[in-house]
């Protein structure tokens, strides 16, 4: 089944991480990798204050979380790679066409929407997409 999971945004410091971190914590029981990159990657940067402060609120420790780049050996070692929007999915098919069988918007199981990017604005963004992620989190537990 599903051993690595990737979760994929443009920054790779707010949406990827937050599901990341979510993941990881639902499948704590299980032999299950979960990791993060971005498109366009900020590399380096911790996770968005917003983004960490939710997940600390929610009793989640994000702090260790560091941005990176994604690249064409992360889609190909990924059982399950999902990316935030259906253009981050469209750039990743483009970037390791072998791989486009197990790449997915991360919303796929519930309407198929885009998570929005909280990027720079105010904390009511980052609740809203907070919550789109953590449905789409529930939504593929019974699949993994």
């Not at 410091?13 to 993941?23: D, G, Q």
């Not at 402060?53 to 992360?74: F, K, N, P, S, Y």
């Amino acid at each position: 089944m599903f051993k690595r999971i990737l979760t994929v945004c443009i920054g790779n410091i707010c949406r990827s991480p937050t599901a990341e971190y979510l993941l990881r914590a639902r499948l704590a029981s299980r032999d299950i990798r979960v990791a993060s990159a971005g498109l366009g990657a900020m590399t380096g940067h911790p996770m968005d204050a917003t983004a960490l402060q939710l997940l600390a609120e929610h009793g989640i420790d994000g702090t260790a979380h560091c941005a990176r780049q994604l690249d064409v050996g992360m889609l190909r070692e990924a059982d399950l790679v999902l990316g935030m929007e259906k253009s981050h999915a469209d750039a990743m098919i483009r970037m390791a066409p072998e791989a486009s069988g197990k790449i997915f918007v991360f919303d796929k199981w519930l309407q198929g929407r885009d998570i929005p990017d909280p990027y720079r604005q105010q904390r009511p963004a980052f609740e809203h997409v907070y919550g789109l992620i953590e449905q789409g989190v529930e939504s593929w537990l019974r699949y993994l």
